[in-house]
C-alpha cells in the first residue's frame, strides 16, 4: 500500500531508484515493489496530465491509484508531484 510517507520518500530521491539503492536504502519504509509501483503510478499520472489517454483508461487509472494508496491525502500527494 503506498502511503504519503513512500510519496515523500519517492519525491526526496526524485524517483531515482538508483539514487536510493545507492545510498544503502536508508528508508527502510519503502520496498523495492513499493517503488515500482510509484514509479508506475507516476508515468500514467502524467500520461493523463498531458491528455495521452483514452477517458476509459484514465477511469483505470483513477481506479488502480485508489485502490493502490491508503488515503485521499497520499492520493492528492502523488497527483500533484513534479519531479524534476
Given at each position: 500500500m503506498i502511503t504519503l510517507q513512500k510519496v515523500n520518500i519517492f519525491k526526496k530521491y526524485n524517483g531515482d531508484v538508483d539514487g536510493w539503492?545507492?545510498?544503502?536504502?536508508?528508508?527502510?519504509?519503502?520496498?523495492?515493489?513499493?517503488?515500482?509501483?510509484?514509479?508506475?503510478?507516476?508515468?500514467?499520472?502524467?500520461?493523463?496530465?498531458?491528455?495521452?489517454?483514452?477517458?476509459?483508461?484514465?477511469?483505470?487509472?483513477?481506479?488502480?491509484?485508489?485502490?493502490k494508496t491508503d488515503s485521499e491525502e497520499t492520493r492528492h500527494a502523488l497527483m500533484n508531484l513534479r519531479l524534476k
Open positions: 539503492t545507492l545510498t544503502g536504502c536508508p528508508d527502510s519504509e519503502i520496498t523495492d515493489q513499493d517503488w515500482y509501483t510509484l514509479t508506475d503510478l507516476y508515468q500514467k499520472i502524467m500520461m493523463m496530465k498531458n491528455n495521452l489517454n483514452s477517458q476509459t483508461f484514465n477511469l483505470q487509472i483513477n481506479k488502480e491509484i485508489i485502490e
